[in-house]
């Protein structure tokens, strides 16, 4: 039996749509995320971080001391301090604050006495990130590695301890 010329090309065009159309099922999940679904929203903390997470810290340099980390990995002090290195390093690594918004911030600038910097180094970074914070009786205000101003409630001995006699 025979099958006729026009009869084979009908079959052949409906294979052809019939795999265009299985093709298309299996790339409709992604149509669906891409086109017609709304993109999830980035959760913005109210609690950022001072210091970037994502880069490791190489060096803190504050106004009386310095924290270096060696070539095995643990943090050294140029003076000695009322804490262990790691336990200040570690201190820096998670202090996050609540966000300050501008108008509250130009507010509290007439309040607020000379800024203080430290200078956080991290690996494979050619600049050092300058944290500049503020010092007011309740609490600090700190720039973030983000750009952004945080209020933060901490006794001064846990982020700038006193030296060792």
């Known amino acids: ?21 299985f093709i298309g099922v299996l790339n409709l999940p992604t149509f669906i995320k891409a086109y017609l679904l709304d993109p999830p929203k980035a959760e913005v ?33 140029s003076q000695t301090l ?19 918004d501008d108008k509250t911030m130009k507010s509290l600038e007439t309040k607020l006495g000379n800024p203080a910097t430290v200078e956080v180094w991290y690996q494979g970074q050619e600049e050092p990130q300058r944290v500049t914070y503020y010092q007011s009786d309740k609490f600090w205000l700190f720039n973030t590695w983000q750009g952004q101003w945080v209020a933060i409630s901490v006794a001064k001995s846990y982020i700038i301890p006193h030296q060792a006699k």
């Open 1 to 21: 039996m025979r099958v006729s010329p026009s009869r084979r090309r009908r079959w052949n065009n409906i294979m052809i749509v019939l795999v265009i159309v």
């Open 82 to 100: 009322s804490i262990t290195p790691n336990e200040l390093v570690a201190h820096w690594q998670e202090l996050k604050g609540t966000i300050i």
């Open 45 to 77: 903390s109210t609690y950022p971080y001072v210091l970037n997470h994502d880069k490791p810290l190489q060096q803190l340099n504050f106004a009386q001391f310095s924290l270096t980390k060696n070539s095995q990995g643990e943090w050294q002090a």
